[in-house]
């Protein structure tokens, strides 16, 4: 069989698979699962384009690894076959622990387990399936290759998973301010001390990569919108988990049945790998198809909701720099259980407050290191001449809270 394929990607053209076991990988069932779980979750409901799939991402960001490989081997870094397949194997499986809408569920069907967790549980099944030879995939995955800047391509705070995803999701949201120069940037790639640093000359493209990210988080990501609808499908899953947990019978394909008639938690996962198996057949599709069928739900919550997702027509969500007080919380819950005649303990179904955070940099964890010519080698925040750069490293913090827009403005009338 030709396993020389080229995948037509719209980003970055043609996209060559470098080997045929990288075929074999992108050919198992694991990663084609990938292409049925949207990239950014609920974002085509503010941005129409945004459909893109994880595993265009994943494909992407090997297409990025391969080009950072060549960048270095052409500044005569040392990496070996073995070393190339590896990392691109890692690059290729860092996000094959996804569930259905990407972050929106986690913690959501099975309690306290990340998409980290799961990935590595299924990047152990696939080592088993192949032989062992993911065996240095994964020693580079969980940084514990003495070459780190293999790890740091993977994983880091300029690695080419941020390269691809910012570059893609701008792509098909049509947001210019997140296009980065993800070609100069690698370009600019090289290795001191075995770790990966930036060429002076590449500082500038670095600076625009670190400021479309915050752009990119509050402008698409953390979208009031997006974060208000991602919260509605949350609560859908809890109503029909909460209604399966009380024995009525609801709509599911046999994969999402699976996880609402049972209570999962992190050690019951980690100790029946029957858990893990159904995780595997889960995506968006199991997702959607219930949220159609539970429209005409008996139960008036998941009816609701169900119907107010389906039909676009998303709670109204505030958001601001300071804390909502508690008497403004209560007004709002108390205006929504008298429109939807709520119990007490429904309310929490259709308000909800968050607290979000973001850094476009960390200055304590994988700095980004800039080379100059003459071998010295400084964090970005201190090599670069922009004065806002460290004001990119401090955490900004915004509370929102979530409510029917039948109840009108509750905050703002008096």
Not at 30 to 42: A, E, G, P, T, W
Not at 138 to 153: S, V
Not at 384 to 389: E, P, V
């Amino acid at each position: 069989m030709n396993k020389k394929k080229i995948i037509n990607d719209p980003v970055y053209g043609f996209v060559s698979i470098p080997s045929a076991f990288i075929f074999d990988l992108i050919q198992h069932p694991f990663l084609q699962r990938l292409r049925f779980i949207k990239q950014v979750s609920m974002t085509h409901l503010v941005y129409p384009g945004a459909l893109h799939t994880r595993f265009q991402h994943v494909v992407g960001a090997m297409h990025l690894t391969c080009l950072a490989i060549d960048t270095l081997r052409s500044k005569e870094v040392d990496i070996s076959m073995e070393e190339e397949e590896a990392v691109l194997a890692a690059i290729l499986l860092h996000d094959i622990g996804h569930g259905p809408f990407s972050h929106s569920l986690e913690h959501t069907l099975v309690e306290g387990v990340s998409h980290e967790v799961i990935s590595s549980l299924l990047m152990d099944r696939l080592n088993e399936e192949f032989g062992g030879r993911l065996s240095l995939a994964i020693t580079i995955f969980n940084d514990q290759y003495p070459r780190k800047f293999f790890h740091q391509l993977v994983s880091s705070q300029l690695d080419t998973d941020r390269m691809d995803y910012l570059n893609r999701d701008s792509f098909f949201t049509g947001v210019s301010e997140g296009v980065i120069s993800f070609d100069r940037i690698i370009k600019m790639l090289n290795v001191e001390h075995g770790e990966l640093v930036v060429e002076a000359k590449g500082i500038y493209s670095v600076e625009k990569f670190l400021i479309a990210r915050r752009l990119m988080y509050w402008q698409v990501y953390l979208h009031k919108t997006v974060i208000g609808a991602e919260q509605m499908l949350i609560k859908i899953l809890y109503r029909a988990k909460a209604l399966s947990g009380q024995g009525q019978e609801l709509f599911a394909t046999r994969a999402l049945r699976h996880f609402l008639v049972n209570k999962i938690t992190i050690h019951n996962f980690l100790e029946d790998p029957a858990h893990l198996a159904w995780f595997t057949k889960l995506d968006d599709t199991d997702i959607m198809s219930a949220l159609k069928e539970w429209m005409y739900a008996e139960d008036k919550i998941l009816k609701t909701l169900c119907r107010k997702l389906m039909d676009r027509n998303l709670l109204r969500t505030e958001l601001r720099n300071t804390p909502f007080s508690e008497s403004e919380i209560a007004k709002v819950r108390s205006r929504v259980k008298a429109y939807f005649e709520l119990q007490d303990d429904e309310v929490d179904y259709f308000v909800y407050t968050q607290v979000i955070q973001n850094s476009a940099y960390d200055t304590q964890h994988n700095n980004i290191k800039i080379v100059n010519k003459q071998g010295d080698i400084q964090d970005i925040t201190e090599a670069s001449d922009l004065s806002n750069l460290e004001a990119l490293a401090k955490r900004v913090e915004k509370f929102a809270i979530s409510y029917p827009k039948e109840v009108g403005y509750p905050l703002h009338e008096g």
